[in-house]
């Protein structure tokens, strides 16, 4: 669900969440991880693959994901959102070697995939960032763009599923157009188009997550 605070507000929230969360308070600690809903199952989706997303949904990746935060809490160090991120990519990336090693069988027991998936997740997720934001940021705003994947996972979230799909396949994923098509199931003129409204409907919603003020 979207926070409807504007992005200091969240940000200061989400501070004051950490602390308490850090203090103790288990509530609060999964209000917090909450927050990070939209930007993890993004992440699964774009490593999984259709064809292991039909066998592990995404969402439940993300469960067991907060559910291994919740025991592992006691151990994460870090102060700021940034660090937060890459811890929670860093369970997460445990999650998807399991899966990965169920399904995949002996093509996915390198001890070193746990390792390689965690860098993809954070490859993906600069992605996310790099390839959707505006380039007139100023130095300024540097500190906070810490949370900019963030606040598009949960703008995308709000995108119907093909306008959804569309964005992730070619931005996220990196993918020609001409790949998306065949993804997708659509001629390349009709994924362009679709691409192109994708993209309009993602500034609206970008706009009602505070991205733009970020």
């Known amino acids: 669900m979207t926070d409807p605070l504007p992005p200091q507000a969240r940000r200061t929230r989400r501070e004051a969440l950490l602390a308490s969360a850090r203090a103790g308070s288990e509530v609060d600690l999964g209000t ?23 066998k592990a949904d995404p969402s439940d990746v993300v469960q067991a994901t907060f559910m291994d935060a919740h025991r592992q809490f006691s151990n994460f160090r870090g102060a700021t959102e940034a660090e937060l991120t890459a811890w929670l990519r860093a369970i997460l990336a445990g999650q998807l070697a399991l899966i ?28 996310l960032d790099l390839g ?8 300024s705003q540097g500190a ?8 598009l ?31 997708m199931g659509r001629s390349g003129a009709s994924v362009q188009k679709l691409w192109v409204r ?6 609206d919603a970008m706009e009602e997550v505070g991205y733009r003020d970020a």
Do not use: C, K, W
């Open 100 to 127: 990965m090693r169920r399904f995949l069988g002996t093509a996915a027991r390198d001890v070193r995939l746990e390792r390689q998936i965690q860098r993809d997740l954070g490859s993906s997720s600069r992605a």
């Open 144 to 151: 906070a763009r810490r949370e900019h994947a963030v606040l």
């Open 153 to 183: 996972a949960e703008a995308l979230a709000q995108l119907p599923e093909d306008y959804n799909e569309v964005i992730v396949l070619r931005h996220v994923e990196g993918l020609p157009f001409a790949q998306v098509a065949q993804r």
């Open 198 to 203: 994708a993209l309009g409907r993602l500034r």
């Open 132 to 139: 959707l934001m505006a380039d007139d940021s100023t130095p």
């Open 32 to 54: 917090l991880l909450m927050d990070y809903e939209a930007y993890l199952t993004l992440l699964v989706r774009a490593r999984l693959g259709a064809d292991l997303r039909s």
